[in-house]
């Protein structure tokens, strides 16, 4: 029944009695009696009771509607109000579970645009720091090299000063261009680039260990570069801010990984924990937010928490439906079966550019 026929319905059966009242034996003295003055407000109350029930009972989907209104987050797909209530309720229910459908898969596509446009434009970057600044930086080591030869001994040891602040800066710019384009994960695989980017990390503060699977099943080239980011940017949250002197990455084959169109099959799970300060109730920044929408274009589940005893954990979940490739694949030609179709987008995005 809709909101307007309950309430319609109510005040007339309020004026249908009041009417019956006013054209039947029961009268009102002049002045009224208490008993008389009992009656009336009696009435009027159990009238206001039913009415006040009536009208909490029918604008409670409104109520919950408008907490989830307030509660949702296109980072945390999946969440919709459930549809009860009258029909005019319900329909509006409907309504904004259907917007919100639209939002995600909207967003889901304009993030896939921009996080494959940034990828090319890394790589751009990375290229041009490599050819350009990486082959300048080598010629003035070379051309310092030759005037250390020529120079008189009191300005040698200023040669050599400036021979190693070149080479440093050489050395940067080589870890910049890796950091900007994971040259060793398109070359070698996920699993060399994950052993070089632990190795990366680890510094006389920070130990990063690795555990990584051997017999994982097959992943898309998109599916392993967003293994590879994840990782990269939660050592990086490690690094920066966990205030930790021990991390683990580890990468896993597991079994029943939601997901799927049933919930069910195998699947991969990346995990990156460290021994800090925690996550606390700090508010998510760019770069978990960055991560979030990541494994969002894969339709993986990524979750930061606390990690056993101290610590964050993230983890990185991925249903093989969603992340794998066809039996076989190469690396340069991996198959797009499975891949979300945001992904296909942002693919035939970039053929346009």
Do not use: C, W
Not at 52 to 78: E, F, K, S, W, Y
Not at 194 to 208: K, N
């Amino acid at each position: 029944m809709s909101l307007f026929r309950r309430i319609f319905l109510l005040n007339a059966a309020g004026l249908t009695v009041a009417t019956a009242l006013l054209l039947g034996p029961v009268t009102v003295s002049t002045p009224i009696l208490p008993g008389e003055v009992l009656v009336v407000v009696a009435g009027l109350a159990v009238l206001l009771v039913v009415n006040a029930l009536v009208l909490r009972i029918g604008l409670a989907p409104l109520q919950r509607l408008g907490r989830a209104m307030a509660t949702a987050d296109l980072l945390h797909p999946g969440a919709r109000a459930p549809v009860t209530g009258p029909a005019e309720v319900a329909g509006l229910i409907t309504t904004y579970n259907t917007m919100l459908d639209r939002l995600e898969t909207e967003r889901a596509t304009s993030s896939a645009r921009a996080l494959s446009a940034q990828e090319g434009e890394r790589r751009r970057i990375s290229q041009e720091l490599h050819d350009e600044v990486g082959q300048t930086l080598t010629a003035v080591l070379l051309q310092l090299k030759r005037v250390a030869d020529q120079v008189p001994g009191e300005l040698r040891e200023e040669v050599r000063q400036a021979q190693e602040a070149t080479r440093g800066s050489l050395d940067e710019i080589r870890r910049i261009a890796r950091r900007l384009r994971p040259g060793v994960l398109e070359e070698l695989g996920l699993h060399s680039a994950l052993r070089s980017l632990a190795a990366e990390f680890t510094t006389h503060g920070l130990s990063v260990r690795h555990h990584l699977d051997g017999d994982l099943p097959p992943l898309t080239e998109e599916t392993e570069l967003v293994v590879y980011r994840v990782a990269q940017e939660g050592l990086t949250n490690t690094a920066r801010h966990a205030g930790a002197d021990r991390a683990e990455l580890r990468l896993r084959r597991v079994v029943g990984v939601d997901g799927g169109d049933d919930g069910d099959g195998d699947g991969v799970e990346l995990l990156v924990r460290d021994n800090g300060k925690g996550p606390g109730r700090l508010r998510e920044g760019a770069g978990i937010s960055g991560m979030r929408e990541r494994a969002l274009l894969i339709g993986a589940a990524l979750s930061v928490g606390a990690g056993p005893g101290a610590g964050t954990d993230v983890r990185l979940r991925i249903s093989t439906k969603t992340g794998a490739s066809k039996t076989g694949a190469s690396k340069t030609g991996a198959s797009t079966t499975g891949v979300p179709p945001q992904l296909r987008a942002a693919a035939a995005f970039e053929g346009d550019r």
